[in-house]
């Protein structure tokens, strides 16, 4: 028995020491830890008899999600940089070349037009982006309250209240969150959703300004520049001299340097017919562009409901449809009524101080509870 347990103990020595060899592993940390990350993956796609494809879609894009996200969160300030530059450039272009022409060629009922309307929109545009990019969309509170909640965060892990759901860029959860901006570097959520759509709006209201107005100038600068492309094709021949002498191409004698006379144009004209090409290409692919998404969120606004909950709502009516009833968004109001909530319009002044004019006002509510009861009763005489 003694010699039996020895020779049990040894072979339970040799192997632990053959494990921890084995355990050791020469690769770098960083391979590991994907290496790690990987397998969890791989098991996940089995992990019980609920999963079905929408885990295992989940499970295998990961990584893409993953790098999307990342650099979606690292490149929102390179975004917000060059929205800053464009707009800047159609605004130097704007004063320097568009502005003196208009003051010699418009009349004074025009000249009075185009100032008081650009700057107005101009104004509108950089306090609706300021503030769309400041302003925070809206967090869940860290503490523990009583607020009602529909289900719970599984990054989070805390109880999310209706309307909210997580974004992986932030890596937080969003009140009422619409979508992640890269060009706002921002969640479009609660307390900034206005500020995003007033942007929008009279971003696209600037670009179809500057496109329909400048169209004349647009045509006028393509045409002189093909007209300067011509007069440089035009341009006298290379001067015979040295051995054209002697080959006879020039009698003698005949003074045989001479200067090719300049074009009829400078640079700076050249330069001011390319910036208005320029202007009106941008603006009138950008308003297209944009005006589409505003028009897009216009709608989305008018049945009460974000671009997350319009996806929602629709496999919610699929499904109700199934069960032969009929699905109802609660948060929808009325169509007037989801602007005015939107827009924060509680009188009628309201109309041009909190939509016409800059304005700071938050939007109803704390976006932790939805009970608009006022609302539901049509109480708003706007």
């Not at 010699?3 to 040799?14: A, F, T």
């Not at 706002?184 to 496109?211: E, I, K």
């Not at 041009?352 to 939805?370: A, K, M």
Request: proline residues 6%; aromatic residues 12%.
């Amino acid at each position: 028995m003694p010699v039996l347990r020895s020779l049990i103990h040894l072979l339970r020595c040799v192997r632990l020491r053959s494990c921890g060899r084995r355990g050791k592993s020469r690769l770098p940390p960083w391979i590991r830890k994907i290496w790690a990350y990987m397998r969890l993956l791989l098991q996940s796609l089995c992990f019980n008899s609920l999963t079905n494809s929408d885990v295992v879609f989940d499970s295998l894009f990961e990584p893409i999600f993953w790098t999307v996200e990342y650099v979606t969160r690292w490149f929102g300030v390179v975004f917000v940089v060059l929205v800053v530059i464009l707009i800047s450039s159609i605004v130097v272009i704007a004063y320097i070349v568009l502005l003196p022409l208009i003051l010699n060629t418009y009349s004074p009922a025009w000249i009075a037009w185009h100032v008081c309307y650009g700057h107005w929109n101009l104004v509108m545009i950089a306090f609706h982006y300021y503030k769309a990019t400041k302003t925070s969309p809206g967090f869940l509170p860290k503490e523990i309250s009583d607020t009602p909640f529909v289900s719970v965060c599984k990054k989070c892990i805390l109880p999310k209240p209706a309307r909210t759901h997580h974004c992986g860029i932030c890596n937080r959860c969003i009140l009422k969150m619409d979508h992640h901006c890269p060009w706002l570097n921002n969640c479009v959520g609660h307390f900034n959703h206005r500020y995003f759509f007033s942007f929008c709006l009279f971003m696209t209201l600037g670009c179809v300004y500057c496109s329909i107005s400048g169209r004349n100038l647009f045509i006028d600068a393509y045409n002189a520049l093909e007209r300067f492309k011509h007069m440089d094709m035009e341009k006298p021949g290379i001067p015979v001299t040295g051995m054209g002498v002697l080959l006879g191409l020039l009698p003698p004698g005949q003074v045989h340097t001479f200067q090719t006379a300049p074009p009829p144009y400078t640079f700076k004209d050249k330069m001011i017919h390319k910036s208005i090409i320029y202007m009106w290409v941008l603006t009138s692919t950008a308003g297209l562009s944009l005006g589409a998404l505003t028009i897009w969120h216009a709608v989305l606004i008018s049945r009460g409901e974000t671009s997350i909950e319009k996806h929602t709502n629709k496999s919610e009516t699929k499904r109700m449809a199934q069960k032969g009833r009929v699905y109802r968004n609660p948060f929808h109001y009325g169509r007037l009524n989801n602007w005015k909530i939107f827009l924060g319009v509680e009188k009628r002044s309201h109309w041009v101080t909190r939509v016409l004019l800059p304005s700071g006002h938050p939007p109803y509510g704390d976006g932790l509870t939805w009970n608009i009861f006022s609302v539901h009763n049509d109480l708003i005489p706007v």
